[in-house]
Nanobody, 127 residues
Framework: QVQLVQSGGGLVQVGGSLRLSCAASGPTFSNYDIGWFRQAPGKDREFVAA????????YYADAVKGRFAVSRDNAKFTVYMQMNSLKPGDTAVYSCAARRAGLVDAPFLLPVQYDYWGQGSQVTVSS
């Protein structure tokens, strides 16, 4: 079982930056793929970014490509998502999620494909 604890988030002005962290418990963290999702009020949860267990493969939603960057430090059992050039449309609750890595080093993009979830972090971008 993996437990995920998020940190970071908060209030930032348009064009600002924030970094979210997702720290995992358990010695097998390096065997897990990590995804980031967000949910704005009144909207469905949507995929933001993902990183495979090796860290070699990342994938981003078109809405954040070029602005967000996900990375991981398996020695610290932590995944990071750096968010730059933030826009009001990025305002949402952001959650990290974990699942055991697949046979192929490819990211998973759907919430139902993940088994463990962090508690969520509010990100608010003011104009």
């Amino acid at each position: 079982q993996v437990q995920l604890v998020q940190s970071g988030g908060g209030l930032v002005q348009v064009g600002g930056s924030l970094r979210l962290s997702c720290a995992a418990s358990g010695p097998t963290f390096s065997n897990y793929d990590i995804g980031w999702f967000r949910q704005a009020p009144g909207k469905d949860r949507e995929f933001v970014a993902a990183i495979t267990w090796s860290g070699k493969t990342t994938y981003y939603a078109d809405a954040v490509k070029g602005r967000f960057a996900v990375s991981r430090d398996n020695a610290k059992f932590t995944v990071y998502m750096q968010m730059n050039s933030l826009k009001p449309g990025d305002t949402a609750v952001y959650s990290c999620a974990a699942r055991r890595a697949g046979l192929v080093d490819a990211p998973f993009l759907l919430p139902v494909q993940y088994d463990y979830w962090g508690q969520g972090s509010q990100v608010t971008v003011s104009s």
